[in-house]
């Protein structure tokens, strides 16, 4: 290895697609991969997300291969198709994802053929042939939409006017995505659209064969998806729209309803109905708690998405300023970095802060060090130990979150905005 990181924030490309596929409804992975890639992947993406793992199947009760020597040498193919015969008897699936460790992608074993032969006598097993040395964590996100465009979804023969797909909301690699999908669902259904959330509400493989009836994609992220929306629209016609991080509270929220309202044509008085109605409901919780958090000079270390958007809220609707923010998440496209430095340098009332690139959790600890005008560290579990040198206080708000249960709880949206600061203020 040319780079060793401390405290990698997630684990590899195949612990990020059995992250996505344990929050689908209904849906069985099953390792081609060698003893331990199950229960290590699942610690290292679910295991971290607020102490909650799927509910279907996960961690050392997912199908595996267990690939051993004798596979490597000889091939492991008729090993996985015993394997796939035995999870297809006793799980009750709606779809079975065969996924290649590194093992199987090093000695090139082809699953594409075994799954085949299933697929032909109408049991629905699909190939994902992305063995875990090829990328990280954040990755596997990409690949499932990969593999669903390729494999999954069917061209609809019309578009549903007000239904849309929701994406960039990562299971688990966000701790608060059941809530943060919820809330933000609220929101888009109050403006009259149906939305396809694909992990909440029971969806699952029916929702996903269908989703290219929508007539809009919302990707709510800085950078990911940029391969799979072009590919969604080429194949199915569907445009995308990007919100560059995570809405929360009134002000971004107003903003995300707005770009929505408009690559939508939603009727005006609709939307302003909504956006009064909500942001009543907001301020005058608010304004029940005025002076009751003093003002603060805080740093976040988090992913982009959850950086930019505890980062513009707290500095934008609550008058704290922001001093750093560390994006916690290895990223290597320029446009992507400069994406969102711009929506952390836009900001309303506060000067901006300074912005910092970095997924080492020993380089993340000595520039929260040498930042001595700070009070407040919003941050993961891995930042409770430099928050407690620097005697501040320490919000555990991103991922990795060890020492939280978290089922439904959201910061996304109004309402999620107002568990936030319950959270600033309880841990003060």
Request: include cysteine; hydrophobic fraction near 40%; charge should be negative.
């Amino acid at each position: 290895m040319s780079q060793v990181i401390e405290n990698p924030r997630g684990g590899c490309v195949l612990a990020g697609i059995n992250s996505v596929l344990g929050a689908l409804n209904r849906v069985c992975p099953i390792y081609h991969a060698g003893p331990g890639c199950c229960m290590q992947t699942t610690a290292s993406d679910p295991g971290q997300s607020g102490n909650k793992s799927s509910s279907f199947v996960s961690s050392v009760s997912i199908p595996s291969s267990n690939m051993l020597e004798r596979e490597v040498v000889f091939g492991g193919s008729q090993k996985l198709k015993t394997t796939i015969e035995g999870a297809v008897e006793i799980i009750d699936a709606d779809a079975y994802f065969v996924l290649t460790g590194c093992t199987a992608g090093i000695i090139g074993d082809d699953i594409m053929s075994v799954t085949t032969e299933f697929r032909e006598k109408g049991i629905p097993v699909f190939p994902i042939e992305t063995p875990g040395f090829a990328g990280d964590s954040n990755l596997g996100y990409e690949v499932i939409w990969n593999t669903m465009i390729d494999q999954v979804i069917e061209p609809a023969e019309e578009k549903e006017e007000n239904l849309v797909n929701l994406f960039g909301i990562i299971p688990y690699h966000d701790p608060f995505w059941s809530g943060n999908l919820e809330e933000i669902s609220r929101i888009l259904k109050k403006l009259g659209l149906k939305v396809n959330t694909f992990f909440t509400e029971q969806q699952g493989m029916e929702t996903i064969k269908s989703c290219a009836s929508a007539s809009l994609n919302i990707i709510i992220h800085p950078w990911i998806l940029k391969g799979p929306a072009q590919r969604f629209e080429e194949k199915f016609h569907v445009p995308s729209i990007r919100y560059p991080g995570l809405p929360i509270g009134a002000s971004d929220t107003k903003r995300f309803v707005l770009a929505v309202a408009e690559a939508l044509k939603l009727d005006d008085r609709l939307v302003n109905q909504v956006l009064e109605e909500e942001e009543v409901y907001v301020y005058r919780y608010l304004a029940q708690a005025i002076g009751t958090l003093s003002w603060k000079k805080f740093a976040v270390v988090a992913d982009g998405s959850t950086a930019v958007g505890i980062t513009r809220y707290l500095a934008n609707d609550y008058s704290f300023t922001p001093v750093l923010v560390i994006i916690s998440e290895p990223l290597f496209r320029q446009e992507d970095k400069e994406r969102i430095v711009t929506e952390l340098m836009t900001l309303e009332y506060a000067k901006p802060p300074r912005v910092v690139f970095c997924a080492d959790q020993y380089e993340i600890n000595q520039e929260l060090l040498k930042q001595e005008d700070i009070s407040l560290i919003i941050g993961s579990s891995n930042e409770e130990e430099v928050s407690s040198l620097k005697e501040v206080q320490n919000i555990v708000a991103a991922f990795p979150i060890k020492d939280r249960l978290i089922f439904n709880r959201a910061y996304a949206g109004y309402r999620g905005s107002l568990t936030l600061i319950e959270d600033l203020y309880d841990n003060l």
